[in-house]
């Protein structure tokens, strides 16, 4: 994948171009005529990468920010946003979206729409998080150069096809602004990605000065701070795992472009796959993906608690939630050995050998004991059923899920699955890996 293929499938034909214009310049009229009944609304501008021109072919998001009297308190900020986003998207079926403060989408023509209120206030003042984005796009337009755009749309296509592009939570990747902030810094995608080959856990990147006591404050493993404002740490919301991948991708890169997105599926026993499937409540993205990735690690939990041990695992959402599972064995020994205690601390021993009064067997090996416990469980399939019916309320699985999950769900093992793509994330590996 040589860098010339990226530019070419980053860079939206004059054709894409004409027609994503003629859709935002439609949809912001639309906006400002909605507008006028109110008269907290300041100001309905573009955002987001249309308004700087850094969106990729076939990727080409339109943000409307509707800018609200920053003295308008929070019931009628939000009425304002969605009264002026479903008026005037009216006759393109629009629906809520919610992020800290519901706002509008709409498809038109295959383009996303979104209508996002924000306050209309001086930099630094935030009332919400939307608030920033507008400084973003000033900053970004006034820094970023015609060829540097060029590079941000390599970096994001770059991205993509890795699969850490993206700030929902549902990848916990590189959002378009960490891209354009990333290019700023090191002027060029290959220069980023020389940088990158060599980034150290914790790295600091920043293309402002800035002090260098807030950075303790920062837990992640890239920590990127914002040019807009210092203080917040654009790294946070990237996952360590899409760190490492950004890492890695980019040394191979370097090494040998052609390499990069060689995968293969696995042709390996897979009977001790598992796959859970249930239905759900519609809601909120980001309150769905968050209740999804925390029930996941409840269950990986409550196997590892049970000794059955997870290799991989995967979670997606359309019509239903679905868990992947790739477990070391579905099936354990009967018998597990438990250690316990030396025999020179009476009181552990004590205490051991109280709650183990019906062991098949106890016994001294050195100077430390122990015993032999038949399993409770020794099927994960079994397990698994028993902890989503009888288990499910103490097995720390989100309670926004556990009413979906009573309602009704399946557990299949591999030779079941009648689509064999669910479980394509856990069988594939990276040929350079």
């Not at 339109?62 to 800018?67: E, G, P, S």
């Not at 006759?91 to 996303?112: C, F, M, T, W």
């Not at 980034?199 to 992640?220: G, H, L, Q, T, W």
């Not at 050995?337 to 090996?365: C, Q, T, Y």
Request: charged share 30%; glycine share 4%; hydrophobic share 40%.
């Amino acid at each position: 994948m040589k860098i010339d293929e990226l530019i070419r499938l980053a860079e939206p034909s004059e054709e894409e171009h004409k027609r994503v214009d003629l859709i935002a310049m439609t949809s912001i009229e639309l906006v400002r005529n909605a507008a006028k009944e109110f008269s907290e609304v300041k100001e309905v501008i573009f955002g987001g990468s249309y308004a700087k021109d850094t969106w990729i072919r076939n990727d080409n998001d339109i943000d409307i920010f509707v800018k609200i009297d920053k003295d308008t308190d929070k019931q009628r900020f939000e009425y304002i946003g969605k009264r002026i986003g479903l008026l005037a998207l009216r006759n393109h079926s629009p629906y809520l979206r919610y992020a800290q403060h519901p706002y509008v989408e709409a498809v038109i023509d295959g383009v996303k729409v979104n209508i996002v209120p924000c306050y209309d206030v001086e930099k630094g003042a935030w009332k919400s998080a939307a608030d920033r984005s507008i400084y973003h796009t000033l900053f970004i337009n006034k820094h970023l150069t015609l060829e540097m755009k060029r590079e941000v749309r390599i970096l994001k296509q770059f991205m993509k096809m890795i699969g850490v592009y993206g700030a929902e939570i549902s990848i916990n990747g590189f959002s378009g602004y960490v891209c354009e902030v990333l290019i700023l810094k090191y002027g060029s995608f290959v220069n980023l990605l020389e940088n990158a080959r060599r980034f150290k856990d914790r790295e600091v990147i920043s293309i402002v000065e800035y002090d260098k006591s807030i950075i303790d404050a920062f837990n992640s493993r890239l920590i990127i701070l914002d040019p807009v404002d210092v203080r917040r740490n654009l790294g946070a919301a990237i996952s360590d795992t899409n760190v490492a991948k950004f890492i890695l991708a980019s040394r191979i890169f370097l090494r040998d472009p052609n390499l990069l997105l060689r995968k293969r599926l696995v042709n390996r026993d897979l009977n001790n796959l598992i796959v859970i499937m249930f239905g759900y409540e519609k809601r909120s993205e980001d309150i769905i993906w968050g209740q999804v990735k925390h029930t996941l690690n409840a269950i990986i939990k409550q196997l590892e608690s049970n000794d059955f041990k997870v290799i991989r695992s995967a979670c997606y959402i359309n019509t239903h939630i679905t868990f992947v599972l790739l477990l070391d064995s579905l099936l354990l020994s009967k018998y597990n050995v438990r250690k316990g205690p030396e025999v020179f601390n009476e009181d552990h021993l004590n205490r051991f050998l109280a709650s183990n009064k019906d062991a098949e067997m106890l016994w001294i090996d050195g100077v430390r004991v122990y015993c032999l416990r038949r399993r409770i469980y020794d099927n994960a399939l079994t397990f698994l059923n028993d902890l989503l019916t009888k288990n499910i309320e103490k097995s720390g699985i989100s309670r926004g899920l556990i009413d979906d999950i009573k309602k009704g769900f399946k557990i299949y093992s591999y030779n079941e699955l009648y689509n064999l793509e669910i479980v394509d994330d856990v069988r594939s590996t990276d040929i350079l890996l």
